[in-house]
């Protein structure tokens, strides 16, 4: 038997409902076996001291790119850059690798390419994309997490995006094991880019995005979460503040419905955004001030569930960044908004991030715990052995 460990510290904070105070932690064999509420230095194997110890961050929505597309990020830097920042689980997305996990062999194919990689616990979502209903029922069954589809383009060719009778097709088949659905709630309201603005300056790429497409999307996520009741909805990286009533009122009607939002939507706003600065990129795209105060209003209020990365890394030259030193592709513009590929890298800045706007705002520190360990355990299954810091769970801590 494995010899027991100890973690102490003055300053612990067990779960969202309990008090940040003295502890010690017991573990063995990576499981948390009992709990003594005093600081004792005495044989600690790890001493916090007056630094907060609290449960490691489960990151439940990450791009890492494993297999297929390695060059932009693989398993290994992506859960080494996790754990440097707190983040002791990850959830990986099913698209952008290759190929798209939207088959069992695919998911198993990934599992096996994680294998020897893995610097913090790793799940991974399934996919949803046209012709691939029959294959959901087995990907649940081998330890999918859910699945996730897009309603407008995902910018990869290897996972289109849903129409609406390909979205009943396939949570009918949710629907009898109760599996959930996630969307990028995103869908085409005829809004185009102005080739008469400038592609370096942020402002013509954000108008390219109105908040109307994510209103749009998200009035057919609650339209199906209706019709498919036992299926859980879940709405990703939701940054349109404009959607906002009518996710409260789907949440009040009492439909299984959950929305994440992303540390970049709640840290930066559009006003700030550099010309040529395509590292800010992203869909949905941040937007102004105004909007992200509402989306705070909305995660302190609690109408959002919990806060995220989407952490989406890619190779400097896809960005059209003025700092890849000429490594552009022939007659691409440097610095263009409209062409650079669209993903944020913050697997390992988000705590820092969430607390140090939050506690201006009034979030607390069992809020955070709250919003990126609990309820994104609970959202990835993971409730049982993740999220908090409790007798019998992982000894994830940070």
């Known amino acids: 038997m494995r010899q027991e460990t100890s973690f102490t510290g003055t300053r612990v904070l067990l779960s969202s ?12 064999s990576g499981k948390v076996t009992r709990i003594e509420h005093k600081y004792t230095t005495s044989g600690a194997t790890f001493d916090a001291g007056a630094r907060l110890l609290m449960a490691g961050v489960v990151d439940s ?17 992506a859960s080494h850059a996790a754990a440097s920042g707190g983040v002791t689980t ?6 952008n690798c290759i190929p798209s996990t939207v088959t069992v062999e695919a998911y198993d194919q990934k599992r096996e390419s994680f294998a020897d990689g893995m610097w913090v616990d790793v799940g991974t979502w399934g996919g949803v994309v046209p012709g691939n209903a ?22 990869v060719d290897e996972f289109p995006p849903v129409n609406e009778a390909q979205l009943r097709e396939a949570m009918a088949e949710l629907k009898q094991d109760s599996g959930m659905l996630m969307f990028h709630a995103e869908m085409e309201t005829g809004a185009t880019v102005d080739r008469a603005e400038d592609p370096t300056a942020y402002s013509t790429f954000l108008n390219s995005r109105p908040q109307a497409m994510e209103v749009k999307a998200i009035d057919l996520v609650v339209k199906m979460c209706r019709e498919f009741e ?39 706003c559009a006003e700030e955004v550099p010309t040529c600065s395509t590292e800010y990129k992203c869909c949905p795209p941040i937007r102004e001030q105004t909007n992200r105060d509402l989306l705070w209003e909305a995660v302190l209020d609690g109408t959002i569930d919990f806060v995220v990365s989407d952490h989406s890394p890619c190779t400097p030259d896809l960005k ?4 890849c030193g000429g490594k552009i592709a022939h007659g691409a513009t440097e610095g263009d908004f409209v062409s650079a590929w669209g993903g944020i890298a913050s697997v390992g800045i988000g705590l820092p ?4 706007e939050g506690k201006r705002r009034g ?36």
Request: glycine residues 8%; contains cysteine.
């Open 17 to 28: 409902t309990s008090e940040v105070g003295p502890a010690t932690i017991y573990v063995q």
């Open 90 to 95: 990850i959830i990986d997305m099913p698209l």
């Open 61 to 77: 929505h990450v791009h890492i790119n494993q297999p297929g597309r390695t060059q932009w990020e693989g398993v290994v830097t």
């Open 353 to 356: 991030l969430l607390w140090t």
């Open 230 to 268: 036992t299926v859980p909805c879940h709405i990703v990286h939701l940054s349109a503040a404009d959607a906002l009533p009518a996710i409260r009122a789907a949440k009040a009607e009492g439909l299984p419905l959950t929305v994440e939002t992303c540390f970049h939507y709640l840290t930066i």
């Open 134 to 155: 029959g294959d959901l029922k087995a990907m649940l069954a081998e330890g999918a997490r859910g699945f996730k589809c897009f309603l407008c383009d995902s910018g």
């Open 320 to 323: 059209l960044h003025p700092c």
């Open 363 to 398: 979030l607390s520190l069992q809020d955070v715990v709250r919003l990126v360990c609990e309820k994104t355990a609970r959202h990835a299954g993971l409730s049982d052995r993740k999220g908090r810091i409790a007798v019998g769970l992982d000894a994830d801590f940070v």
